[in-house]
Protein backbone atom coordinates (compact mmCIF):
# COMPACT_ATOMS: atom_id res chain seq x y z
CA UNK A 1 0.00 0.00 0.00
CA UNK A 2 3.19 2.20 -0.33
CA UNK A 3 3.51 2.29 3.67
CA UNK A 4 7.68 2.09 4.00
CA UNK A 5 8.28 -0.50 6.33
CA UNK A 6 11.24 -0.72 8.60
CA UNK A 7 12.46 -4.15 9.84
CA UNK A 8 15.57 -5.65 11.25
CA UNK A 9 17.74 -8.92 10.19
CA UNK A 10 19.83 -10.85 12.30
CA UNK A 11 22.27 -13.34 11.11
CA UNK A 12 24.97 -15.80 12.48
CA UNK A 13 28.51 -14.44 12.24
CA UNK A 14 30.35 -14.98 9.39
CA UNK A 15 27.69 -14.41 7.29
CA UNK A 16 26.17 -17.54 4.41
CA UNK A 17 27.68 -17.85 1.07
CA UNK A 18 24.95 -16.44 -1.34
CA UNK A 19 22.95 -18.47 -3.08
CA UNK A 20 23.58 -16.68 -6.55
CA UNK A 21 27.06 -16.70 -6.04
CA UNK A 22 27.78 -19.45 -8.30
CA UNK A 23 26.90 -20.84 -11.40
CA UNK A 24 28.70 -24.32 -11.59
CA UNK A 25 26.29 -27.05 -10.67
CA UNK A 26 28.70 -28.61 -8.09
CA UNK A 27 29.34 -25.56 -6.69
CA UNK A 28 25.51 -24.63 -6.57
CA UNK A 29 24.66 -27.39 -5.24
CA UNK A 30 26.94 -27.42 -2.42
CA UNK A 31 25.95 -23.62 -1.76
CA UNK A 32 21.95 -24.71 -1.29
CA UNK A 33 23.61 -27.16 1.55
CA UNK A 34 25.26 -24.36 3.54
CA UNK A 35 21.51 -22.20 2.81
CA UNK A 36 20.24 -22.07 6.40
CA UNK A 37 16.07 -21.22 6.78
CA UNK A 38 14.72 -18.07 7.61
CA UNK A 39 12.49 -16.80 10.36
CA UNK A 40 10.13 -13.85 10.51
CA UNK A 41 9.41 -12.69 13.76
CA UNK A 42 6.11 -10.48 13.86
CA UNK A 43 6.14 -8.09 16.93
CA UNK A 44 4.31 -6.93 19.57
CA UNK A 45 1.93 -3.99 19.84
CA UNK A 46 4.74 -2.55 21.34
CA UNK A 47 6.06 -1.98 17.88
CA UNK A 48 9.26 -3.35 15.79
CA UNK A 49 11.85 -1.57 17.52
CA UNK A 50 10.91 -2.87 20.70
CA UNK A 51 14.08 -4.50 22.66
CA UNK A 52 12.18 -7.37 23.62
CA UNK A 53 12.15 -8.56 20.01
CA UNK A 54 15.21 -8.04 19.30
CA UNK A 55 16.34 -9.87 21.97
CA UNK A 56 14.74 -12.63 20.72
CA UNK A 57 16.08 -12.29 17.36
CA UNK A 58 19.54 -12.30 18.74
CA UNK A 59 18.63 -15.38 20.77
CA UNK A 60 17.38 -17.15 18.21
CA UNK A 61 20.16 -16.56 15.73
CA UNK A 62 22.93 -17.38 18.57
CA UNK A 63 21.09 -20.81 19.55
CA UNK A 64 19.47 -22.01 16.25
CA UNK A 65 21.97 -24.70 16.65
CA UNK A 66 19.82 -26.34 19.50
CA UNK A 67 16.65 -26.14 17.11
CA UNK A 68 17.60 -26.42 13.73
CA UNK A 69 20.79 -29.01 14.62
CA UNK A 70 24.39 -29.23 13.23
CA UNK A 71 25.06 -29.70 9.29
CA UNK A 72 28.24 -31.36 8.94
CA UNK A 73 28.02 -29.72 5.06
CA UNK A 74 27.46 -26.60 6.21
CA UNK A 75 30.53 -24.11 7.34
CA UNK A 76 28.04 -21.87 9.69
CA UNK A 77 27.33 -24.89 11.80
CA UNK A 78 23.47 -24.75 11.40
CA UNK A 79 21.12 -21.59 12.26
CA UNK A 80 18.88 -19.36 10.99
CA UNK A 81 18.71 -15.92 9.82
CA UNK A 82 15.57 -14.06 11.60
CA UNK A 83 13.26 -11.03 10.05
CA UNK A 84 11.82 -9.10 12.82
CA UNK A 85 9.15 -7.38 10.37
CA UNK A 86 6.91 -4.20 10.60
CA UNK A 87 3.18 -4.43 10.02
CA UNK A 88 2.67 -1.11 11.33
CA UNK A 89 5.34 1.33 9.52
CA UNK A 90 7.00 2.41 12.51
CA UNK A 91 10.95 3.36 12.36
CA UNK A 92 11.09 5.10 15.51
CA UNK A 93 9.34 3.46 18.24
CA UNK A 94 6.32 5.52 18.29
CA UNK A 95 4.21 2.55 18.08
CA UNK A 96 5.22 2.37 22.11
CA UNK A 97 4.84 5.87 22.55
CA UNK A 98 2.11 6.88 20.61
CA UNK A 99 -0.80 4.73 21.26
CA UNK A 100 -3.70 7.09 19.78
CA UNK A 101 -1.94 6.69 16.15
CA UNK A 102 -0.79 2.69 17.08
CA UNK A 103 -4.49 2.28 17.72
CA UNK A 104 -5.99 4.00 14.03
CA UNK A 105 -3.16 2.43 12.48
CA UNK A 106 -3.75 -1.33 13.64
CA UNK A 107 -7.58 -0.46 12.79
CA UNK A 108 -6.78 0.09 9.47
CA UNK A 109 -5.50 -3.28 8.65
CA UNK A 110 -6.55 -5.73 10.87
CA UNK A 111 -10.09 -4.69 10.26
CA UNK A 112 -11.83 -6.89 7.30
CA UNK A 113 -12.84 -5.22 4.20
CA UNK A 114 -16.49 -6.19 3.33
CA UNK A 115 -15.50 -9.26 1.37
CA UNK A 116 -14.16 -10.37 4.79
CA UNK A 117 -10.39 -10.20 3.54
CA UNK A 118 -7.54 -8.03 5.09
CA UNK A 119 -5.69 -6.79 2.13
CA UNK A 120 -3.63 -4.33 3.81
CA UNK A 121 -2.26 -6.89 6.20
CA UNK A 122 -1.68 -9.50 3.55
CA UNK A 123 0.31 -7.01 1.72
CA UNK A 124 3.14 -5.83 4.42
CA UNK A 125 2.87 -9.57 5.45
CA UNK A 126 3.89 -10.50 1.64
CA UNK A 127 6.45 -8.10 1.96
CA UNK A 128 8.42 -9.87 4.67
CA UNK A 129 8.38 -13.25 3.23
CA UNK A 130 9.76 -11.72 -0.10
CA UNK A 131 12.35 -9.65 2.52
CA UNK A 132 13.53 -13.20 4.65
CA UNK A 133 13.45 -14.66 0.76
CA UNK A 134 15.69 -12.39 -0.82
CA UNK A 135 18.48 -12.45 1.80
CA UNK A 136 21.60 -13.92 1.37
CA UNK A 137 22.14 -17.22 2.65
CA UNK A 138 18.82 -17.77 3.07
CA UNK A 139 16.75 -20.83 1.84
CA UNK A 140 13.87 -19.60 0.03
CA UNK A 141 12.47 -22.78 0.33
CA UNK A 142 12.37 -23.41 4.44
CA UNK A 143 10.81 -19.92 5.80
CA UNK A 144 9.31 -20.05 9.33
CA UNK A 145 7.57 -17.41 11.39
CA UNK A 146 6.86 -16.38 15.13
CA UNK A 147 4.08 -14.17 16.30
CA UNK A 148 3.60 -12.70 19.79
CA UNK A 149 1.22 -10.41 20.84
CA UNK A 150 -0.41 -8.56 17.89
CA UNK A 151 2.09 -10.80 15.88
CA UNK A 152 -0.99 -13.72 16.02
CA UNK A 153 -2.79 -11.56 13.37
CA UNK A 154 -0.19 -11.51 10.54
CA UNK A 155 0.50 -14.99 11.40
CA UNK A 156 -2.76 -16.17 10.68
CA UNK A 157 -3.00 -14.07 7.63
CA UNK A 158 0.32 -15.76 6.43
CA UNK A 159 -1.50 -19.27 7.15
CA UNK A 160 -4.65 -18.01 4.89
CA UNK A 161 -1.92 -16.72 2.29
CA UNK A 162 -0.88 -20.69 2.40
CA UNK A 163 2.57 -19.76 0.19
CA UNK A 164 4.40 -22.94 0.00
CA UNK A 165 7.67 -21.74 0.88
CA UNK A 166 6.23 -21.39 4.80
CA UNK A 167 7.02 -24.41 6.76
CA UNK A 168 6.07 -24.09 10.15
CA UNK A 169 4.58 -21.01 12.20
CA UNK A 170 3.83 -20.12 15.93
CA UNK A 171 2.25 -17.75 18.47
CA UNK A 172 2.80 -16.63 21.61
CA UNK A 173 -0.39 -15.07 23.41
CA UNK A 174 -1.27 -14.28 20.37
CA UNK A 175 -3.99 -12.08 19.98
CA UNK A 176 -6.71 -13.34 17.23
CA UNK A 177 -10.00 -10.42 17.92
CA UNK A 178 -11.43 -10.01 14.94
CA UNK A 179 -10.97 -13.21 13.19
CA UNK A 180 -14.77 -14.40 13.25
CA UNK A 181 -14.87 -11.78 10.67
CA UNK A 182 -12.91 -12.74 8.33
CA UNK A 183 -13.77 -14.69 5.15
CA UNK A 184 -14.55 -18.20 5.40
CA UNK A 185 -12.12 -20.81 3.75
CA UNK A 186 -13.02 -24.20 2.66
CA UNK A 187 -11.19 -27.43 4.75
CA UNK A 188 -8.31 -28.43 2.52
CA UNK A 189 -8.05 -31.66 0.81
CA UNK A 190 -4.77 -31.87 1.37
CA UNK A 191 -2.19 -32.35 -1.77
CA UNK A 192 1.01 -33.91 -2.91
CA UNK A 193 2.90 -33.36 0.41
CA UNK A 194 -0.19 -33.83 2.55
CA UNK A 195 -0.24 -37.01 4.96
CA UNK A 196 -3.45 -38.25 6.65
CA UNK A 197 -3.40 -36.61 10.21
CA UNK A 198 -5.92 -35.71 13.18
CA UNK A 199 -6.20 -32.25 13.49
CA UNK A 200 -4.91 -31.09 17.24
CA UNK A 201 -6.18 -29.12 19.87
CA UNK A 202 -4.32 -29.99 22.89
CA UNK A 203 -3.35 -28.12 26.09
CA UNK A 204 -0.22 -28.35 27.80
CA UNK A 205 0.40 -27.83 32.15
CA UNK A 206 2.50 -25.02 33.61
CA UNK A 207 5.94 -27.53 33.03
CA UNK A 208 5.22 -27.57 29.04
CA UNK A 209 4.51 -31.08 28.52
CA UNK A 210 1.21 -31.67 25.66
CA UNK A 211 -1.39 -33.42 26.36
CA UNK A 212 -3.92 -35.98 24.18
CA UNK A 213 -5.80 -34.07 21.59
CA UNK A 214 -9.35 -35.10 20.39
CA UNK A 215 -8.91 -35.72 16.59
CA UNK A 216 -11.08 -35.91 13.67
CA UNK A 217 -9.79 -37.80 10.18
CA UNK A 218 -8.98 -35.60 7.50
CA UNK A 219 -6.31 -35.30 4.90
CA UNK A 220 -3.81 -32.43 6.47
CA UNK A 221 -1.16 -30.55 5.14
CA UNK A 222 3.09 -31.17 6.17
CA UNK A 223 3.02 -27.90 7.21
CA UNK A 224 2.76 -26.86 10.73
CA UNK A 225 0.87 -24.31 13.32
CA UNK A 226 1.59 -24.12 17.05
CA UNK A 227 -0.14 -21.88 19.12
CA UNK A 228 0.92 -21.35 22.27
CA UNK A 229 -1.06 -19.19 25.02
CA UNK A 230 -2.15 -18.66 28.84
CA UNK A 231 -4.59 -20.08 30.33
CA UNK A 232 -5.39 -16.59 32.34
CA UNK A 233 -4.66 -13.82 29.24
CA UNK A 234 -7.62 -12.10 29.39
CA UNK A 235 -6.89 -10.53 25.94
CA UNK A 236 -7.41 -13.91 24.47
CA UNK A 237 -11.20 -14.90 24.78
CA UNK A 238 -12.05 -18.18 24.12
CA UNK A 239 -14.38 -17.97 21.31
CA UNK A 240 -11.28 -15.74 19.80
CA UNK A 241 -8.86 -18.91 20.38
CA UNK A 242 -11.41 -21.40 19.27
CA UNK A 243 -12.26 -19.55 15.73
CA UNK A 244 -8.32 -18.83 14.56
CA UNK A 245 -7.84 -22.98 15.77
CA UNK A 246 -10.69 -23.59 13.52
CA UNK A 247 -9.80 -21.68 10.70
CA UNK A 248 -5.94 -22.68 10.62
CA UNK A 249 -7.12 -26.33 10.72
CA UNK A 250 -9.93 -25.76 7.71
CA UNK A 251 -6.92 -24.52 5.90
CA UNK A 252 -5.37 -27.75 6.03
CA UNK A 253 -2.76 -27.67 8.74
CA UNK A 254 -1.46 -29.41 11.39
CA UNK A 255 -2.55 -27.16 14.32
CA UNK A 256 -1.68 -27.93 17.97
CA UNK A 257 -2.48 -25.37 20.83
CA UNK A 258 -0.73 -25.14 23.88
CA UNK A 259 -2.48 -24.02 27.02
CA UNK A 260 -0.50 -23.05 30.03
CA UNK A 261 -2.05 -23.32 33.35
CA UNK A 262 -1.59 -20.07 35.67
CA UNK A 263 -0.38 -18.16 32.99
CA UNK A 264 -1.09 -14.77 31.82
CA UNK A 265 -0.10 -12.04 28.96
CA UNK A 266 3.23 -11.66 27.51
CA UNK A 267 4.79 -14.67 29.34
CA UNK A 268 7.71 -14.83 27.50
CA UNK A 269 8.82 -11.38 27.90
CA UNK A 270 10.53 -11.09 31.18
CA UNK A 271 10.33 -7.28 32.00
CA UNK A 272 6.31 -8.30 32.07
CA UNK A 273 7.44 -9.12 36.11
CA UNK A 274 7.49 -4.98 36.06
CA UNK A 275 4.50 -4.29 34.95
CA UNK A 276 2.31 -2.44 37.42
CA UNK A 277 -1.14 -4.86 35.12
CA UNK A 278 -2.39 -7.66 36.71
CA UNK A 279 -3.17 -8.80 33.17
CA UNK A 280 0.77 -9.30 32.34
CA UNK A 281 3.38 -11.99 33.76
CA UNK A 282 6.35 -13.44 32.92
CA UNK A 283 6.52 -17.47 33.42
CA UNK A 284 9.48 -19.44 33.52
CA UNK A 285 8.22 -22.26 33.65
CA UNK A 286 5.91 -21.62 29.89
CA UNK A 287 9.15 -20.83 28.35
CA UNK A 288 11.46 -23.84 29.53
Not at 256 to 263: G, L, P
Request: net charge negative; aromatic share 6%.
Amino acid sequence: DGTPLHGHIYRPSPPPPSSSSSTNDSSSSNDKEKLLPGIILFHTGAGPQDIFLRWKADSLVANAHEVFGNNNNNNNGGGCIVLIADILGDSTGWAWHNREKYNAVRTSILVPDKDGERKRLQGRVRAAIDAIRSQPGVDGERIGAMGYCLGGHPVLELARMKDPCVKAMVTFHGVFDGVRGLSSVERSSGGASGSNSGSNSTEGKDDGTLLSADSTTTTKSCNNVLVCTGEDDPFIPTEDLDAAMKMFDDLGYRSEMMKFNNTRHGFTNPAQDYNPSEAFAYSEDACA
